[in-house]
């Protein structure tokens, strides 16, 4: 039977994905302007497989996140950490979703950004281009979507932006990690979005 999953790409410069020849990828990217959803590039993936039965057997593929519904089980291990819901692609996935439904995905965006610079670790006029990219979309007094970060790690980011390094964003990305933590996490896993993922029905 014929399948169709749809995903979302993280922020990302360049698009590197591999997939077995049965997966046809079509990427949409936005204009800014039209853009409902933060992010560098508002890029839409759709993976589209002439036999995907089971799409919770998909796996992560560079920065897809795997909006499909995770099992019962899963979703009851994303309850003891944030980390096991982060490190999960449906986990991100479906906490994206419900950060949606509140307004409040842009930490959780900078977050991932960040993570991906880090697994990346460009180099050279690469590295200025995508620091400057999450800087203008999250940390500077103009950004597009701000993250909640207090006056001193924003000021001690601008001062390393014409010459930055991989962990230029790291205090930033761990002060943005608790808030999720402490506030967004907790809520999710009350909400009755989660409730129903608990309950298969996702």
């Not at 979309?137 to 001193?152: E, F, M, Q």
Request: glycine share 6%; aromatic share 10%.
């Amino acid at each position: 039977s014929r399948g169709k999953m749809v995903v979302e790409l993280g922020v990302l410069s360049t698009l590197s994905v591999s997939l077995p020849s049965s997966y046809n990828v079509s990427i949409l990217q936005q204009p800014a302007e039209e853009r409902q959803d933060p992010g560098i590039w508002g890029i839409t993936g759709v993976v589209e497989s002439q036999n995907l039965t089971n799409p919770s057997k998909a796996k992560k593929c560079g920065n897809i996140l795997d909006a499909s519904s995770p099992t019962p089980q899963q979703a009851k291990k994303w309850q003891q950490s944030i980390d096991f819901l982060l490190e999960d692609p449906k986990g991100r996935a479906h906490f994206k979703k419900y950060l949606k439904t509140q307004y409040a995905s842009e930490n959780f965006d900078f977050w991932t950004a960040v993570d991906e610079l880090k697994t990346k670790k460009p180099q050279g006029e690469k590295l200025k281009k995508e620091t400057r990219e999450i800087f203008e979309n999250y940390i500077s007094r103009d950004a597009l979507y701000p993250v909640n970060i207090n006056a001193k790690l924003r000021v001690g980011i601008e001062q390393m932006i014409e010459d930055p390094n991989t962990e230029i964003f790291d205090d930033a990305q761990k002060y943005v990690y608790r808030l999720m933590k402490d506030g967004p996490y907790m809520n999710f896993l009350q909400d009755s979005y989660f409730q129903t993922l608990i309950g298969g029905k996702g």
